[in-house]
């Protein structure tokens, strides 16, 4: 009998300490996984990130940072969270719509050739906190704050100069996901196609695809001039940015403090992220002239007259999204107030 409840009072210890918050003396794994390359400018940013937070955390946690998608591919990281896989990943905005649609209310026509500070305004302000509730009960996991900066995405071709609009009729590009993104390219007359980024130079040289829809510094950092682009046609298509989310089993498992420590420690790194992004995609457009490559910049006008055009057809995408309908008005209503 005596054993019997030993054995009891043992077992309902363990269950007690699995679904209890960690102890402080308890030193815990944190696996951040990125896909960009090493040089690659959000990489850079999580990895001052990661280091920035070993040092706070004093050992409390095991802070692991790996880039390149030598953990998971962002398109597969949600579930390796919640496998509990890995504990941190950083995945760009277009890859949790999936889970999420109003996560590409940002992605919208309405939102296309817009100014950096027009989309900071709305997306840190009520209607991104809402979108990121949202996502976190989608997706059960934390989102640590703010977004940080890819920057804007563009438009870049190998064997075909585009000039205007109506030259992407008929070209197959490239995009890494987000319904927007996609019904945007069709609207232009384009098929786009998603493929994983570290799959693209392959289908860019076996001729799958004519163009992709990514940043100055993305094709930099993979020096995609040597992979035959040539051209791009810099008109702003979105505004990119990556979310940080934390897998919520391992959340809620911390202590207090630590969930502080992480959401301070990410708090603190946001607007040199941002400032960084922009100087390296200015960097980086650079570089691509001085290796040849062309870029178009469509005029202002040209770029409000297909915003236009690309409105018409928001009302039928938005429903096709599953776009919240007060949410959606609210942005808008947001957007027409922006200076």
Not at 64 to 81: C, G, N, P, T
Request: glycine share 6%; charged share 25%; net charge neutral.
């Amino acid at each position: 009998m005596l054993l019997r409840r030993l054995m009891v009072m043992v077992c309902a210890g363990l269950v007690w300490m699995a679904a209890s918050p960690l102890c402080a003396a308890d030193t815990l794994a944190f696996r951040i996984s990125t896909e960009n390359t090493a040089t690659h400018v959000q990489t850079l940013m999580v990895k001052r990130f990661a280091a920035l937070l070993a040092e706070r955390t004093q050992g409390r946690l095991d802070v692991e940072f790996h880039s390149a998608a030598e953990l998971f591919r962002d398109q597969d990281v949600i579930k390796a969270l919640n496998e509990g896989k890995v504990e941190m990943a950083v995945p760009g905005m277009w890859q949790l719509d999936r889970f999420e649609p109003n996560v590409g209310l940002f992605m919208l026509p309405s939102f296309y050739g817009r100014e950096a500070a027009t989309h900071y305004r709305i997306r840190d302000g009520k209607i991104g906190q809402e979108v990121n509730t949202r996502l976190e009960s989608k997706i059960n996991g934390k989102v640590l704050g703010r977004w940080i900066d890819l920057g804007h995405a563009h438009l870049y071709f190998s064997e075909h100069r585009v000039s205007r609009h109506e030259d992407l009729a008929g070209l197959r590009i490239r995009v890494a996901g987000g319904e927007a993104n996609k019904a945007r390219l069709v609207q232009f007359g384009a098929e786009p196609l998603i493929i994983p980024w570290p799959d693209f130079p392959a289908a860019l040289a076996a001729g799958k695809v004519s163009g992709v829809l990514t940043s100055h510094e993305t094709v930099v950092s993979a020096q995609l001039w040597t992979k035959g682009i040539r051209y791009g046609f810099e008109d702003r298509e979105y505004f990119a940015q990556y979310i940080p989310v934390v897998a919520g089993a391992f959340w809620s498992r911390l202590p207090g403090d630590l969930q502080g420590i992480l959401a301070a420690t990410w708090e603190e790194t946001v607007d040199a992220a941002r400032r960084e992004a922009a100087l390296a995609q200015d960097k980086a457009r650079q570089t691509l002239l001085d290796n040849g490559v062309e870029i178009v910049v469509p005029t202002s006008q040209a770029i409000a007259a297909w915003r236009e055009k690309l409105i018409s057809q928001q009302s039928a995408l938005a429903a096709r999204m599953s776009l919240d309908e007060a949410l959606l008005s609210a942005a808008l209503q947001e957007l027409e107030t922006s200076p």
